[in-house]
């Protein structure tokens, strides 16, 4: 496929994706009891198909939350700056949370959230899920808890990734050279 007149390689194949997140579930599973409730917050939108992929594979009574939040300034590179577009959260106090993120890369959306939370609620465990992890474009200083991929730094399309909103849809992950 071409976008902008350039070719878009294949990172990840659909199949590599559905393998890895069915591991990343099973890990999740393996830090809760099949008894204990947890909250799933799934950061909107890239990382739609990941959390509606990745809740399939888990076993314990969940409930889904989406939030929304922005940081993307041009095309291909991070503003800066994250936006809280809608991040209406149920009481977290005492829960067990699920943060199920599509990318992190300069980090600063994923410390963004992981400070709001702590500063609004006390939850009894918070664990940060990525599919991908760009840890070359850190520039603040968080991990994730459990990630599916680490990737180089290339512009990434595809499986919930967007190019100009377009291509969220692709089954696989694929890049092109900026
Ligand atoms: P951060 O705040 O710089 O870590 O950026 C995180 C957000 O930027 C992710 O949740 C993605 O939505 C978006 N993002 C980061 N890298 C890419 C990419 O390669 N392609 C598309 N979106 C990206
Ligand atoms: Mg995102």
Do not use: W
Not at 15 to 22: G, L, P, T, V
Not at 64 to 71: D, T
Not at 96 to 125: C, M, Q, S, W, Y
């Amino acid at each position: 496929m071409l976008i902008d007149g350039k070719e878009l390689k294949v990172l990840r194949t659909e199949n590599e994706i559905q393998e890895r997140i069915k591991g990343i579930g099973e890990e999740i599973n393996k830090r809760f009891g099949v008894e204990d409730e947890v909250y799933i917050i799934s950061v909107l939108k890239g990382s739609v198909m990941f959390t509606v992929d990745l809740v399939k594979h888990l076993k314990m009574p969940l409930r889904m939350e989406f939030i929304r939040l922005a940081s993307y300034g041009n095309d291909f590179t991070s503003s800066g700056k994250v936006r809280a577009v809608d991040i209406s959260l149920p009481d977290l106090n005492d829960n067990n949370v699920v943060v199920v993120e599509d990318i992190i890369d300069t980090g600063r959306t994923a410390k963004f959230l992981v400070d709001f939370i702590n500063l609004h609620f006390k939850p009894k465990n918070l664990i940060f899920c990525a599919l991908m992890d760009k840890k070359i474009k850190r520039v603040v200083d968080i991990d994730a808890d459990i990630s599916g991929f680490e990737v180089d730094d290339k512009f990434l399309i595809g499986y919930g990734l967007d190019y100009q909103g377009y291509y969220r849809n692709l089954t696989y992950i694929g890049y092109i050279d900026v």
